[in-house]
């Protein structure tokens, strides 16, 4: 057995792998190359460049959903409606805006609306 060769596998870290995907992107190298200069495997490298692409991605739609918010001002407005009629239910609020529910108004509609005032 004294004349038996082995291969000694350096297994590298997933912060070094990731550290090497990163570096492979600004090589300018292709993939084959870029492994072959430093002992990294092809399915290596590619799972961490889809994986760094999954994350970038789902960064970049969290981004995109707080982006398509808008912001809104609120002004004064006056009665929608006949003026004259009474609504079943009023609610004044403390800054003084008035919320108004005719007949007909859905319970759980009126559920979510309370919740939303309440948060205010």
Not at 33 to 61: M, N, V, Y
Request: proline share 2%; glycine share 10%; aromatic share 4%.
């Amino acid at each position: 057995m004294s004349g038996e060769t082995g291969v000694v596998v350096h297994r590298r870290g997933r912060a070094e792998i990731a550290r090497l995907a990163r570096t492979y992107q600004t090589s300018g190298l292709g993939r084959s190359e870029f492994c072959r200069q430093h002992g990294l495997a092809l399915s290596t490298l590619s799972r961490h460049l889809r994986k760094q692409s999954d994350e970038e991605t789902r960064r970049d739609s969290v981004v995109a959903g707080r982006s398509s918010l808008v912001e809104v001002k609120l002004t004064e407005v006056g009665p929608v409606g006949d003026v004259d009629r009474a609504a079943p239910l009023k609610v004044l609020l403390s800054n003084g805006r008035r919320v108004e529910v005719g007949d007909g108004f859905a319970e759980q509609t009126l559920r979510r609306l309370v919740a939303v005032l309440e948060r205010w």
